[in-house]
């Protein structure tokens, strides 16, 4: 869309830049005496422009956010425990089928009878601010209806209707943080654990085996939670598209500066219509220094559209040149307030920021 507009206004200035330069050549510039403009007698005027827009940026919520393996069962990141065949009959609330992976911290040193197996998570709760596409490239028609004199200037009311096609990408790397649950496990009557790495099995050791392992109780005797700042890392990209469809309605001032020169000022309503798509595709890994083990990455990824409306205000400032009576260039300032739209797409959150958006629109303009 973007090289399309571009496009357009290469072809609109080709078209235009002839004439343009025969009629300012033609036609002098001497100031007037009472700073009647050109084309002064004119009540009706028309423009198309360019628009170019600034200051228009998206955040990109609830970024991240891994799920802790086993949280309904006895999967742990560094181990598992469940209850082994004959825990139900033989022994029960202890268990012969459980394991442990390298580096599972083992209490005490000299004899451990206790051991941490964990669960490893991120939440889903950070932020990229500030993502831009400036410029981003659209089109207005401009509609003015002089009404009146006031002063050595004319007053009257102004309309406009604009497109603007907005892009915002967002391709960052972030650090959260991790989450990690502790549950702690001891055997039963002090039996000494045997070294990690572990792993029992569900029917458990042969009657009189000397390999044998020590049962385990299947409830933690200790819980505990803590987090590690920096230990998630987030990688993937966040795309928001967003056509908008303007219209902006108020009364605006013109002051000649001399016959050809002209300065304007306006305000007033401003509504916009969003059409909206949002995608993201992203990837979050813990430090393996805090899970102890490598564990598998998980991808996130979603993609949906929405659209809806935003009421707000602009002001804004022109300064105009007239090569004729009725052929005017100008180029306008306009300062505009709507809001901010947001779409939520799988739980993650795109927010378009239009709360103090810049447009300028340069362009020509006719008038009868």
Known sequence: MKKSVLSLISTLAASLALPLEHAAAADDDAPSGDLTSMGSADQNRFGLSYRMGLNISAQFKNLGGYTAQGMNGGAYDNGFIYPDSTTATAHPGYTWYYGYAANTPLRPADAPTDFDLYRSSAPANLTSSDNTGD?????????????????????????????????????????????????????????????????????????????????????????????????????????????ILGLRFGPYFELPLSRRWSFGLSGGVALS???????????????????????????????????????????????????????????????????????????????????ASVFVPIGISYSF
């Open 273 to 355: 219509y969003i059409d909206s798509d949002f995608n993201f595709n992203e990837t979050t890994t813990l430090n393996p220094n805090v899970t102890l083990v490598q564990l598998p990455s998980q991808t996130q990824l979603g993609s949906g559209s929405h659209s809806g409306w935003l009421v707000g205000a602009y002001v804004g400032g022109t300064f105009s040149y007239a090569f004729t009576e009725h052929l005017r260039a100008f180029v306008s300032a306009q300062w505009q307030y709507s809001g901010d739209y947001s779409q939520t797409v799988a739980g993650k959150e795109a927010v378009l920021n239009l709360g």
């Open 135 to 243: 410029p981003q490239h659209g089109l207005e028609l401009t509609y003015n209806r002089r009404l009146g004199k006031l002063g050595h200037g004319f007053w009257g009311l102004e309309a406009g209707l604009s497109f603007t096609d907005v892009t915002i990408n967002d391709n960052q790397t972030f650090q959260g943080t991790a989450l990690r649950s502790t549950d702690t496990f001891q055997t039963g009557g002090g039996a000494v654990l045997n070294p990690a790495p572990f792993a029992g099995t569900v029917n458990g050791p042969a009657a009189n085996n000397p390999a044998g392992w020590p049962l385990v109780g299947l409830a933690p005797i200790s819980s505990a939670a803590n987090a590690f700042a920096g230990a998630a890392t987030v990688a993937g990209q966040h795309q928001f598209d967003a056509q």
